[in-house]
């Protein structure tokens, strides 16, 4: 089934992602989502990935093609300087 429909962004950023399209992909309230831009589009996934260093699964953002947690990225930038 193809879902598809418009929403606006308010003006922090927030969307309504609506119910049956969270209950088609079986997102769930409190859960991490992984956040991504890909080939210029916005890519929600269900955060079942974890931080290649210390298996954190919040906060998880792509770094140099590997998934790293928020606090390990901050680690590796400032270990690098
Ligand atoms: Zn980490």
Do not use: W
């Amino acid at each position: 089934m193809i879902y598809k429909t418009y929403k606006p962004i308010d003006p922090v950023g927030r969307i309504v992602i609506p119910k049956d399209f969270r209950d088609a992909v079986g997102f769930r309230e409190g859960e991490d989502l992984l956040i991504e831009v890909e080939d210029g589009r916005i890519v929600l996934s269900k955060a079942e990935q974890t931080c290649v260093f210390c298996d954190r699964t919040a906060g998880l953002r792509s770094y140099m093609g590997k998934t790293v947690c928020e606090n390990c990225i901050k680690h590796l930038t400032n270990s690098a300087k």
